[in-house]
C-alpha cells in the first residue's frame, strides 16, 4: 500500500510529493493488539487514517473481512466503516462537540445508523457509561464540564458504541496527565479482554507500546521495517533503526546510553535510494544504497512472527552496549 500527497507550497502542475506511506503492508488478527512506533513523521499516524478511511492510498487495497473497502459502493463503505472500526483520537478536548452533552455524543453512532429503538438507543448509553466505568450522571454533562480522563473514557466509549471488530487508537494518552494515563491504558486492555476486539494502537511512547500490544511494528519514512513479537522487540529486534529507538528509551534499574545515530535526516520528498535508514546507520554500504532490503524472517518462526528490511541484520544476541560501541564514531570512543 502507497499513500503520497503533495507538500505544502508545492506547485499545481508539478507537485512535490510527500512519500507519507511506502510498501505498507500489515495484517491485523481479530482480538489482536498491533502497537505502531517510529519518531515524528514516520507515517503511524497516516497509516492510521488509513485503516479508518479518512485517506485513501494512492495504490494498494485495505481489505475487512477479505473485502477491498474502496471497491465498494460508497454508502457501503460508510457503513460499513462506520459500524466495524472505531477511532480514538489523540485530543479528546477537540474530538468531541463541546456543545453536546455525553448522552447525545454517545447516541449520534447509533442514530446514525439507525441501531434499534429510541428506548434501546438510550439504554446502549446507559451501557456504555457503566462499560468505561463513568457514573449515570455523566450523561447529562457537557464535555467541558469532565476532566480530561473522563472525556477520553467518553470518546472511547462512542468509538465502541456500534460494536466494532477493530479499534484504532492513535495516542490516546498523550494528552492527557500522567496520573491519568495508567487508568485509560488499563481500560484499553480491559475492554479488549472483555470484547474480544483487534486494536491498533500508535503511541510515540515505545515502551507503553510494547506493554500494550500482542505485536509491535516499527516504523521509518513510512516503511514498516520490522515487525516483531512485544516479548522479543526490546532486547531481540534485528533492525538497527529498532534497536536504537528502544534504546533510547530511559531506564532506572539498568540505565545505558542509546545507541547513536548519525548521519544527515533524510527527506519524504526526496528519500535517499535504497534503504532509506542508511543514511544514519553505522552498518550501511554500497549495497544498501543500491536497493531497499525485502523482509526476511528467522529461521523457524512463522511468516510474520517476526520479520524484518535490513541487509545486515543485528544478531539476536547482540547486546545494547556492543551495539552502542559499534555504533560510536573512532573519534569518540574513549
Given at each position: 500500500?502507497?499513500?503520497?500527497?503533495?507538500?505544502?507550497?508545492?506547485?499545481?502542475?508539478?507537485?512535490?510529493?510527500?512519500?507519507?506511506?511506502?510498501?505498507?503492508?500489515?495484517?491485523?488478527?481479530?482480538?489482536?493488539?498491533?502497537?505502531?512506533?517510529?519518531?515524528?513523521?514516520?507515517?503511524?499516524?497516516?497509516?492510521?487514517?488509513?485503516?479508518?478511511?479518512?485517506?485513501?492510498?494512492?495504490?494498494?487495497?485495505?481489505?475487512?473481512?477479505?473485502?477491498?473497502?474502496?471497491?465498494?459502493?460508497?454508502?457501503?463503505?460508510?457503513?460499513?466503516?462506520?459500524?466495524?472500526?472505531?477511532?480514538?483520537?489523540?485530543?479528546?478536548?477537540?474530538?468531541?462537540?463541546?456543545?453536546?452533552?455525553?448522552?447525545?455524543?454517545?447516541?449520534?453512532?447509533?442514530?446514525?445508523?439507525?441501531?434499534?429503538?429510541?428506548?434501546?438507543?438510550?439504554?446502549?448509553?446507559?451501557?456504555?457509561?457503566?462499560?468505561?466505568?463513568?457514573?449515570?450522571?455523566?450523561?447529562?454533562?457537557?464535555?467541558?464540564?469532565?476532566?480530561?480522563?473522563?472525556?477520553?473514557?467518553?470518546?472511547?466509549?462512542?468509538?465502541?458504541?456500534?460494536?466494532?471488530?477493530?479499534?484504532?487508537?492513535?495516542?490516546?494518552?498523550?494528552?492527557?496527565?500522567?496520573?491519568?494515563?495508567?487508568?485509560?491504558?488499563?481500560?484499553?486492555?480491559?475492554?479488549?479482554?472483555?470484547?474480544?476486539?483487534?486494536?491498533?494502537?500508535?503511541?510515540?511512547?515505545?515502551?507503553?507500546?510494547?506493554?500494550?500490544?500482542?505485536?509491535?511494528?516499527?516504523?521509518?519514512?513510512?516503511?514498516?521495517?520490522?515487525?516483531?513479537?512485544?516479548?522479543?522487540?526490546?532486547?531481540?529486534?534485528?533492525?538497527?533503526?529498532?534497536?536504537?529507538?528502544?534504546?533510547?528509551?530511559?531506564?532506572?534499574?539498568?540505565?545505558?546510553?542509546?545507541?547513536?545515530?548519525?548521519?544527515?535526516?533524510?527527506?519524504?520528498?526526496?528519500?535517499?535510494?535504497?534503504?532509506?535508514?542508511?543514511?544514519?546507520?553505522?552498518?550501511?554500504?554500497?549495497?544498501?544504497?543500491?536497493?531497499?532490503?525485502?523482509?526476511?524472517?528467522?529461521?523457524?518462526?512463522?511468516?510474520?512472527?517476526?520479520?524484518?528490511?535490513?541487509?545486515?541484520?543485528?544478531?539476536?544476541?547482540?547486546?545494547t552496549q556492543q551495539l552502542v560501541a559499534q555504533a560510536t564514531p573512532a573519534e569518540e570512543r574513549p
Open positions: 500500500m502507497h499513500l503520497s500527497y503533495p507538500a505544502r507550497g508545492s506547485g499545481r502542475l508539478r507537485p512535490t510529493l510527500v512519500r507519507a506511506l511506502v510498501g505498507a503492508d500489515l495484517t491485523i488478527a481479530p482480538g489482536e493488539t498491533v502497537g505502531v512506533v517510529g519518531e515524528s513523521g514516520c507515517g503511524k499516524s497516516t497509516l492510521a487514517k488509513v485503516l479508518v478511511g479518512i485517506e485513501r492510498p494512492s495504490s494498494g487495497t485495505i481489505l475487512h473481512r477479505g473485502r477491498d473497502l474502496w471497491a465498494m459502493p460508497a454508502a457501503e463503505r460508510r457503513t460499513t466503516l462506520g459500524t466495524e472500526v472505531g477511532l480514538v483520537f489523540q485530543d479528546p478536548s477537540t474530538a468531541l462537540n463541546r456543545r453536546l452533552p455525553v448522552h447525545r455524543l454517545l447516541r449520534d453512532p447509533l442514530d446514525v445508523h439507525r441501531r434499534g429503538t429510541p428506548a434501546e438507543r438510550a439504554a446502549r448509553v446507559r451501557e456504555l457509561l457503566d462499560l468505561v466505568g463513568l457514573p449515570g450522571h455523566v450523561a447529562d454533562a457537557l464535555p467541558g464540564q469532565l476532566s480530561g480522563g473522563q472525556r477520553q473514557r467518553v470518546a472511547i466509549a462512542r468509538a465502541l458504541a456500534l460494536r466494532p471488530a477493530l479499534l484504532v487508537a492513535d495516542e490516546p494518552t498523550s494528552a492527557l496527565d500522567v496520573s491519568v494515563r495508567a487508568q485509560i491504558l488499563n481500560l484499553l486492555l480491559d475492554l479488549r479482554e472483555e470484547l474480544g476486539l483487534a486494536m491498533l494502537f500508535v503511541s510515540h511512547d515505545i515502551q507503553t507500546v510494547r506493554r500494550m500490544s500482542d505485536r509491535v511494528v516499527t516504523m521509518y519514512l513510512g516503511r514498516i521495517v520490522e515487525e516483531a513479537p512485544a516479548d522479543r522487540v526490546t532486547g531481540h529486534a534485528r533492525h538497527p533503526y529498532t534497536r536504537a529507538l528502544f534504546s533510547a528509551t530511559p531506564g532506572l534499574l539498568a540505565p545505558i546510553e542509546p545507541i547513536p545515530l548519525v548521519g544527515p535526516l533524510p527527506s519524504a520528498t526526496r528519500p535517499p535510494s535504497g534503504c532509506p535508514f542508511r543514511t544514519r546507520c553505522w552498518k550501511a554500504d554500497q549495497r544498501c544504497a543500491e536497493s531497499m532490503p525485502d523482509f526476511q524472517g528467522e529461521a523457524g518462526e512463522t511468516p510474520g512472527g517476526h520479520r524484518f528490511r535490513c541487509h545486515h541484520p543485528v544478531a539476536a544476541e547482540e547486546t
